[in-house]
């Protein structure tokens, strides 16, 4: 199914790997998401790789192996000896927008 594109929800190929998104497949499954939204909306715009690689479901080794490598799923900024990620760039790639925050809609 992710070969012909037919699978039900986002996959990211991650190095050899497949790796389903997990906001995606919350709503296929219509389950709330918002857990994993209000998350990512409390981040920076420019999140720690670290932070990055616990969304994705990335091992550490795995995560940065993948950044010196420049097959991360999205941009990588090298920062010295940091790795960030844009936190757009995270949400466009897990599929989810920002939350409101709590003023906003009250």
């Known amino acids: 199914m992710i070969q012909e594109g037919t699978y039900p929800c986002a996959v990211l190929k991650v190095g050899d790997q497949h790796r389903v998104v997990t906001a995606d497949l ?5 389950l709330p998401d918002l857990p994993i939204r209000r998350r990512v909306a409390s ?3 420019a999140i720690r790789l670290s932070e990055a690689n616990d969304l994705l ?24 000896v ?7 760039e995270l949400q466009r790639l897990l599929r989810i927008g920002d939350v409101p925050s709590c003023r906003a809609a009250a």
């Open 57 to 80: 479901s990335l091992s550490r080794t795995t995560g940065y192996k993948l950044a010196r490598n420049g097959q991360y799923p999205c941009h990588v900024l090298r920062l010295g």
């Open 26 to 30: 919350l709503r296929v499954l219509d």
């Open 82 to 88: 940091e790795y960030r990620v844009r936190k757009h």
């Open 43 to 45: 981040l920076p715009p």
